[in-house]
């Protein structure tokens, strides 16, 4: 009973190199979404997307692209990694948007940027 | 922008020890989740209120939604060593979280 895998979970890069984090989920839901987690700021949304094919911004896009080209991968792309993008990043999925949907998160990706 | 704000950001107590976390906003939510996030590991939800005034237990654990539905709280009786862990309130609109209640409970 997998729900929400993400990889890698741990990774170094030098400031200025790229990266991608895969999610994947095994629940067929529609909505999925990154999250990241600095001490004392709680869970903040990076991305979301509420179907195959499409993405919109969270509250702290910047620096970050993503693509949802299944139903079941959203994807997490740091083009030009900085020390500010040192997190912990969380991904979400769940079956309804708007209203009491329950947020299914993986197990984090550690990323420290040097 | 709706945001949560969350008391005590911290919370230090002794096993057995009754306690009280609360998450408010001057926003309205239709909805409200609260979620336990152990060291390591994903936010896992506890509960979603939907209803003003809603009370809803889960074994120790009292939530409670605001009647103008825009704060909440959770109250833990008894509290145990194995309640220890981040909570989280949500806002159902925008997928907003509370920046979250550190919980430790010693032995």
């Known amino acids: 009973n997998a729900g929400v895998t993400q990889t890698p979970k741990f990774r170094v890069l030098k400031t200025g190199q790229s990266m991608t984090l895969l999610c994947a989920q095994d629940?067929?839901?529609?909505?999925m979404y990154w999250y990241r987690q600095d001490p004392g700021m709680g869970l903040r949304l990076i991305h979301y997307?509420?179907?195959?094919?499409?993405?919109a911004k969270g509250e702290v896009p910047d620096g970050y692209n993503v693509s949802r080209l299944k139903k079941q991968n959203f994807l997490l792309g740091l083009e030009s990694a900085a020390p500010s993008q040192t997190s912990v990043y969380f991904c979400?999925?769940?079956?309804?948007?708007?209203?009491?949907?329950?947020?299914?998160f993986g197990e984090g990706s550690r990323l420290t940027v040097l | 922008t709706q945001l949560l704000e969350q008391s005590p950001q911290f919370l230090s107590i002794q096993e057995g020890e009754n306690l009280t976390v609360y998450c408010n906003s001057s926003?309205?939510?239709?909805?409200l989740q609260w979620y336990r996030q152990e060291p390591g590991e994903g936010p896992v939800l506890l509960v979603t209120?939907?209803?003003?005034?809603e009370v809803k237990k889960l074994k120790r654990l009292t939530f409670q939604f605001g009647d103008a539905r825009k704060d909440s709280s959770l109250h833990i009786t008894a509290a145990q060593p194995g309640d220890t862990g981040l909570y989280l309130c949500?806002?159902?609109?925008?997928?907003?979280f509370g920046k979250g209640t550190k919980l430790t409970v010693n032995p």
């Open positions: 979400a999925s769940s079956y309804s948007y708007r209203d009491t949907g329950e947020l299914f």
């Open positions: 629940m067929n839901h529609e909505y």
């Open positions: 997307s509420v179907g195959e094919g499409t993405t």
């Open positions: 926003s309205v939510f239709s909805s």
């Open positions: 209120v939907v209803t003003g005034g």
């Open positions: 949500s806002g159902s609109e925008k997928l907003v």
